[in-house]
């Protein structure tokens, strides 16, 4: 893939790939609204275009699954799970600069074959800090799991069929997404 390329040009040529059955995971990145990175230690002031740059390309790459054939006969966005995150988010203060530093919590967005939809699962407490959940439920409680990376590889493992425990992943899958 050209470096040049949009998110929705990438994601078209992987869907390609998909369609005919030559791949069956990518990863592609979004390099920020106009490609001057989401990185804004100073003046945040672009994060508003970032967002709506990504989430419009999104719109557009789930219709494009949607329209295509699967190689298991429904439409590409039927056998396709679509994974949005990022290995950090920004803190929840403007620094002196006007923008945001580092995050140790983050989101992640997914969307598609195998996932139960419409909800949002976990929770933030008041300082912005990742609260524990049930991974059954997705709802927070004292007495859940604190989430880590390995829960969310767990979770696309168990989409992908394959059972964590069997190749060595101590987390369990967050149940609470899975159809």
Known sequence: L?????????????????ERGLARCAMIQHS????ISWDTHGGNSTQGDHFEDLFGDLGRIVSDLAARAGPAGGSLLD?????VLSEMARFPLLNARGGKDHWTFTSA????SG??????VGAVDEDQMGRPIDLASGEPTASGTALSPGHLGATLMAL?????AEVGLAEEPIVALLS
């Open 2 to 18: 050209s470096a040049g390329e949009s998110l929705v040009e990438k994601a078209g040529t992987v869907a390609a790939l998909f």
């Open 32 to 35: 920020g609204w106009h490609g």
């Open 79 to 83: 056998e396709t799970t679509v994974v």
């Open 109 to 112: 967005m997914l969307v598609g």
């Open 115 to 120: 996932i139960r939809g419409g909800q949002v």
């Open 160 to 164: 992908g069929g394959v059972d964590p």
